[in-house]
């Protein structure tokens, strides 16, 4: 079973401070990527990666870093959070299945609250 | 710009009954879809998938059905269970990007018992 986990499953940082949440797959997958799910919005993208050390922006980059030194990990970095961050961020990894396409796997998710 | 689009944000159904969520999309270079289903505190996960060749796809109580042209695909759920109850979320891609996926805002289903 791909196993996806997230340091932390609730988190609650002040206005300014920086934030970091990390990720790890298990299953040597190539792609990872970064979401926020926020009500009525949906899964919008942050960051995803392809490979170590490579990382594109998604919709929403604004405000957010990562980090991908090792294939399995990857972390979000909130420079400075502020109070419209509060969400919850999704990590995903990602493998190629027959025909080319892909199938994400989720990790359970970080409720993060900036106060 | 919403590129997929799922207008009902909630859905309630009685046990036993079908349940039917849709999804819309405005990009013709989709050509993979999926659903996935969240409960609360946990990640979503892969329910079922359509390639834009066929226009139906079905894994037991699961059918999806795709209509290219309207660019409108929905899922059956039959016979519906309370334990289906959760937020459906339909997602595209395209070939020459197929590892990002577009991700529609979601429905959230209620099975009442």
């Known amino acids: 079973d791909v196993k996806v986990t997230q340091s932390s499953r609730y988190l609650v940082k002040r206005t300014g401070e920086k934030v970091f949440l990390e990720c790890v797959q298990d299953?040597?997958?190539?792609?990872m990527f970064w979401y926020r799910q926020d009500p009525g919005l949906g899964l919008r993208l942050i960051y995803f990666?392809?490979?170590?050390?490579?990382?594109e922006k998604g919709d929403i980059p604004e405000g957010y870093s990562v980090s991908r030194e090792k294939k399995e990990r990857f972390s979000l970095i909130l420079e400075s959070a502020s109070t419209n961050q509060t969400s919850m961020y999704l990590c995903?990894?990602?493998?190629?299945?027959?025909?080319?396409?892909?199938?994400?796997?989720f990790g359970p998710g970080t409720r993060l609250t900036v106060t | 710009d919403q590129q997929v689009k799922q207008n009902s944000p909630s859905l309630s159904v009685q046990e036993g009954r079908i349940s039917i969520l849709n999804c819309d999309y405005t990009?013709?270079?989709?050509?993979?879809f999926l659903w996935y289903k969240k409960y609360p505190a946990e990640g979503p996960t892969f329910l079922i998938s359509?390639?834009?060749?066929?226009d139906k796809n079905e894994d037991g109580r699961f059918t999806v059905f795709l209509n290219k042209s309207a660019k409108h695909l929905s899922l059956h759920i039959v016979p519906s269970q309370p334990g289906d109850s959760a937020v459906y979320f339909c997602?595209?891609?395209?070939?020459?990007?197929?590892?990002?996926?577009?991700f529609g805002s979601g429905t959230r289903l209620l099975v009442r018992p």
């Open positions: 299953m040597d997958h190539e792609n």
């Open positions: 359509i390639s834009s060749i066929k």
């Open positions: 997602a595209a891609s395209w070939m020459d990007s197929s590892y990002k996926l577009i």
């Open positions: 990009n013709s270079m989709f050509d993979y």
């Open positions: 995903a990894s990602s493998f190629q299945l027959a025909g080319g396409v892909y199938e994400q796997y």
């Open positions: 990666s392809y490979d170590v050390k490579m990382k």
